[in-house]
């Protein structure tokens, strides 16, 4: 069996290939793919990657805005069997740049700006061998991965990936520490789509707003149409609440995952307007979630709709995982008066404990430290295989 996560678009396309898999702003209106449409786009780039010298193994980096060349370059890394390296450029420069150098990417996607970046900073991209360009901006005498892509075959075989086969090199934001890179192996990403549309019951009948790119190929992969914000995903807290609540009702969202520092925007601007959303679940994770945010979020939904917290490491989320009307009649009064926060139960399938340190590894008002740990033992892609993380 192959565990490539590619073909989870190729499913999606073969069961519902006129139905709209993507939709992102552009200019005063939106652009719209087809399942088969994003099918296709992503074949043609691989055969233009391929031409262009990339193979399987390669580290590509891809420094794309939200869009559709995102998706589709993404899944056709994927089907060639390259790993994908994602990193955050709102970590700033510092960050940005020794996470480049420490992940020697040798191969480089992305847009106008991203090359001049590149060229004012070549040290740290000095791995790289093939810089490739992609976007509407390309200047007219550069090789342009979409103009070449327009011409090419939309067919690519695609590899026979296994389960612990490296898919992706993500990096966390640094909101809690160091920038760090996560590998994602294709069981990894297969283990998150099964909690993802089992635990949340996302169904191809929805439609989401990831407010977080990575979360527009889970969508993509689970069949369920991906509505790009208007916004730029590396400043969440400064998202213009009125152009991210437009798409929302333009589109009727059903769901949307993002940061808490979006939804605090968010909502106080819908109670200032009086605004409700027909939205049914919104997930917040990546930051604490304070009782008095999820209050404010329910009440901007429609009465049948609920908040999620899912928690997890960047890898392994979500592991655990509470519901905002439990967190508001059971865990946020607890938490009010210093007890800490409820993150939630484990997700079935998954087993949890704390492990004792030693006391000299880190003191506590007890002398205990305890390191919270989790096993995925279900399905979830992994069959006998056990996932541990672990963190304080």
């Known amino acids: 069996m192959s565990y490539n996560i590619a073909r989870t678009l190729a499913g999606v396309a073969a069961r519902f290939p006129d139905r709209t898999g993507l939709i992102v702003p552009a200019g005063t209106g939106y652009r719209r793919w087809t399942f088969a449409?994003?099918?296709?786009?992503?074949?043609?780039?691989?055969?233009?990657?391929?031409?262009?010298?990339?193979?399987?193994?390669?580290r590509v980096m891809l420094m794309v805005k939200p869009s559709m060349e995102?998706?589709?370059?993404?899944?056709?890394?994927?089907?060639?069997?390259?790993?994908?390296i994602l990193i955050d450029p709102g970590m700033g420069y510092r960050n940005l740049l020794r996470c480049i150098g420490s992940v020697a990417p040798v191969v480089f996607i992305g847009i106008p700006r991203a090359h001049l970046f590149k060229a004012v900073f070549p040290r740290s991209f000095r791995t790289v061998r093939t810089s490739l360009w992609v976007?509407?901006?390309?200047?007219?005498?550069?090789?342009?991965?979409?103009?070449?892509?327009?011409?090419?075959?939309?067919?690519?075989?695609?590899?026979?990936?296994?389960?612990?086969?490296?898919?992706?090199?993500?990096?966390?934001?640094?909101?809690?520490?160091?920038?760090?890179?996560?590998?994602?192996?294709?069981?990894i990403f297969h283990a998150q789509l099964h909690y993802i549309r089992s635990y949340y019951h996302i169904t191809a009948h929805d439609r989401d707003q990831?407010?977080?790119?990575?979360?527009?190929?889970?969508?993509?992969?689970?069949?369920?149409?991906?509505?790009?914000?208007?916004?730029?995903?590396?400043?969440?807290?400064?998202?213009?609440?009125?152009r991210f609540v437009r798409t929302i009702r333009d589109h009727d969202v059903t769901y949307s995952f993002g940061s808490p520092a979006i939804w605090n925007v968010v909502s106080r601007y819908c109670l200032e307007k009086k605004m409700t959303l027909g939205v049914k679940k919104i997930l917040m994770a990546g930051a604490p979630v304070s009782g008095e945010l999820v209050e404010r979020v329910k009440k901007i939904m429609a009465p049948d709709g609920e908040v999620f917290t899912p928690y997890g490491a960047t890898e392994s989320l979500p592991i655990a995982s509470i519901s905002g009307t439990e967190i508001l009649a059971e865990t946020w009064p607890m938490t009010r008066k210093g007890r800490g926060t409820c993150v939630g139960r484990p997700l079935p399938g998954i087993e949890s404990g704390k492990t004792a340190w030693p006391k000299s590894a880190m003191a506590t008002p007890s002398g205990t430290a305890w390191a919270i740990w989790a096993i995925l033992t279900g399905r979830a892609g992994s069959g006998s295989a056990a996932e541990r993380r672990t963190g304080s």
């Open 37 to 58: 449409e994003l099918l296709a786009n992503s074949g043609r780039f691989a055969n233009v990657l391929a031409a262009g010298g990339v193979k399987r193994g390669d």
């Open 70 to 84: 995102f998706v589709c370059l993404t899944f056709a890394l994927f089907r060639m069997g390259a790993v994908v």
């Open 135 to 187: 976007g509407d901006l390309v200047p007219p005498l550069v090789p342009s991965l979409n103009r070449l892509a327009a011409k090419a075959a939309t067919a690519h075989a695609m590899v026979e990936a296994d389960r612990d086969e490296l898919a992706a090199v993500i990096f966390t934001t640094g909101s809690t520490g160091p920038p760090k890179g996560v590998q994602y192996t294709h069981g």
């Open 210 to 242: 990831p407010a977080f790119p990575l979360f527009a190929l889970f969508s993509t992969a689970l069949g369920a149409c991906a509505v790009i914000p208007d916004m730029d995903p590396t400043r969440p807290a400064q998202v213009d609440p009125e």
